[in-house]
């Protein structure tokens, strides 16, 4: 606890945006059901393999997904947007096909309903928001920043074993097309590099072992560049 309080007191700025642009995604995120048109559910190959749900049994997927939320930090959706503004999709979900109620928003009142969200529907009865999955990134991310800076060997195990199930619920439940999926995994799964001055300070407390790894691996360092120098 006290580690968090540290990086919440260094990086308030930073939660703070996150925050505020997370309003923003909500906004596109509704004004995206606006706009979005019911109509056939495409042919997918991740439906063909797996069975539906359900709607009775779709929360299974959000109850997973939940979990993984619940235990990491918020990301930025900046891309997301983009690219569920520039192409839409008729929703596979039960309520986003022809012949539901809340497949479509009827055109807003005012500016007012515009912008204030309703989260609560909004997670669970908005449309159009498609490629990629939100449920993916956050889920890859998530498992991602503790594999690189967890000290858990069992537990990275585990969090992809959650990803690989979450995956398999999202296409089962019909929240997304197998596309969605893919292209999620693909653009946030990606190594990125140390941000200079902070490879220094590991962010979770580190086991002996990794101290040990860590003083080899800069003694190693050290040698070569004498050997250089030379």
Known sequence: MSIELFLVAENWKHLLAGIFFQYIHGL?????????????????????????????RSYISEMLFTFIFMCFVLV????????????????????????????????????VEL???????GVNYGCGDLIFSSHMI??????????R?????CIKYFAWLLAVFQSLLILASRKHYT?????????????????????????????????????????????FSVEFAD
Request: proline share 9%.
């Open 28 to 56: 596109a995120a509704h004004g995206i059901h606006y706009m979005h048109r019911p109509g056939p559910t495409l042919q997918d190959t991740g439906f063909f393999f797996l069975p539906e749900l359900g709607q009775e």
């Open 76 to 111: 930025c959706q900046i891309l997301r947007i983009v690219t569920f503004y520039s192409t839409q999709l008729p929703g596979p979900n039960y309520h986003c096909r022809e012949g539901s109620k809340l497949a479509k928003l009827p055109p807003p009142e005012s500016a």
């Open 115 to 121: 912008l204030v969200i309703n989260f609560s529907r």
């Open 138 to 147: 956050f889920t890859i991310v998530f498992v991602r920043t503790y594999c």
């Open 149 to 153: 800076y967890g000290t858990k060997r």
């Open 179 to 223: 596309v969605d999926v893919v292209v999620a995994c693909v653009a946030f799964n990606a190594e990125l590099p140390d941000r200079p001055g902070l490879t220094s300070l590991p962010l979770l407390p580190q086991t002996n072992k990794d101290s040990r790894n860590k003083d080899e691996h800069q003694n190693l360092l050290g040698v």
